[in-house]
């Protein structure tokens, strides 16, 4: 007679490698989420990248602007005026030449046509009319770096109109039409969060969202006016902090003191200030020593 409550050893053993391949299961998908999750720790360190952009080329004629062949050495984007804010035909193509030899990746800087207010200065014009002057500057650099067998990485309108289009659904939506269709290759730079950003989205072209680190931030996204005392950050470290926040955290301190989330894809510095050069070398070893690789947007 078979005693039902003491199994056979035959029985025993069945059940001692089932149990026995049920840990080794768990324990093979504990070992799995483990691995995962520290390649998602890794994969988070190591994706950190941000480019560092600066607006170049702003000389013009026997006026000299910034220090521009130096601070490329510490940029991986530059942005190259096209003849309407600021820079001239010999500019354009010297700074061209310089960004290629530094190996920089170049875009088009477009502006309004005010050279006395370095494009700064907003004016009245129509999305037709915004179009046409983006086209018709992209189309002045494509020239020198035609004659270089370089390609254009970006564009990025200055000043007055970058400021007017982050706004202006209709003037974001020509530029970003005058882009598309020079090159839907080309990378459209725009103010993080903005209706520019938004209309390069909608029309599939790769976008970057842009952060400044010597600017002041309002508690919609914007920038400051350039016309009130707080729109400039003077102080490198507090420019640096601001970055390194925007870059690892994607938010922004307003001067409302609120909390503003923002995509941070590329850093923009100038190049006219004061302390350009030094600012640029700074901000580059600051963010790299907080683990943050510094990269054109296309590399």
């Known amino acids: 007679m078979v005693n039902i409550l003491k199994p056979p050893l ?21 070992l799995s989420d483990a691995k995962a999750l520290t ?37 991986t984007s530059a942005n190259i005026a096209c003849g309407f804010h600021a820079g001239d035909p010999s500019v354009m193509k010297d700074t061209v030449k310089f960004a290629i030899e530094k190996g920089v990746r170049i875009g088009a800087h477009p502006g309004l046509p005010d050279l006395v207010g370095f494009g700064r200065r907003e004016m009245t014009i129509t999305p037709r009319e915004a179009y046409d002057m983006v086209v018709y500057q992209i189309g002045a650099l494509q020239g020198f770096l035609t004659v270089h067998n370089e390609k254009m990485q970006h564009v990025k309108p200055h000043g007055g ?10 003037l974001a939506a020509a530029i970003a039409q005058a882009v598309y269709d020079v090159s839907p290759s080309l990378v459209l730079f725009g103010l993080a ?3 520019l950003t938004k209309a390069g989205e909608r029309l599939g072209l790769t976008t970057a969202h842009e ?23 003077t102080d490198q470290d507090e420019s640096v902090a601001q970055v390194v926040k925007m870059v690892t955290k994607g938010s922004i301190t307003s001067q409302q003191n609120i909390e503003v989330p923002l995509k941070a894809d590329t850093i923009c510095i100038h190049g006219d200030g004061a302390h350009a050069l030094d600012f ?5 070893q600051s963010l790299k020593e907080n683990g943050i690789v510094v990269s054109a947007i296309l590399n």
């Not at 035959?10 to 504990?30: D, G, P, Q, V």
């Not at 109109?161 to 209709?170: C, I, P, Q, R, S």
């Not at 640029?280 to 580059?284: E, M």
């Open 193 to 195: 969060g903005s209706q």
């Open 10 to 30: 035959c029985t025993k053993l069945i059940m001692l490698e089932y149990i026995y391949h049920l840990k080794l299961k768990f324990l093979i998908m504990e």
């Open 211 to 233: 952060v400044f680190a010597d600017r002041t931030y309002q508690r919609d996204g914007t920038l400051t006016s350039r016309s009130e005392a707080d729109a400039l950050i």
């Open 161 to 170: 109109l970058y400021n007017m289009a982050a706004k202006d659904k209709e």
């Open 280 to 284: 640029a070398k700074y901000i580059n």
């Open 39 to 75: 390649y998602k720790v890794m994969e988070e360190k190591i994706l950190k990248k941000v480019d560092l952009n600066c607006d170049m080329g702003e000389s013009f004629g026997r006026y000299t602007l910034g220090e521009q062949q130096d601070i490329l050495k510490y940029v």
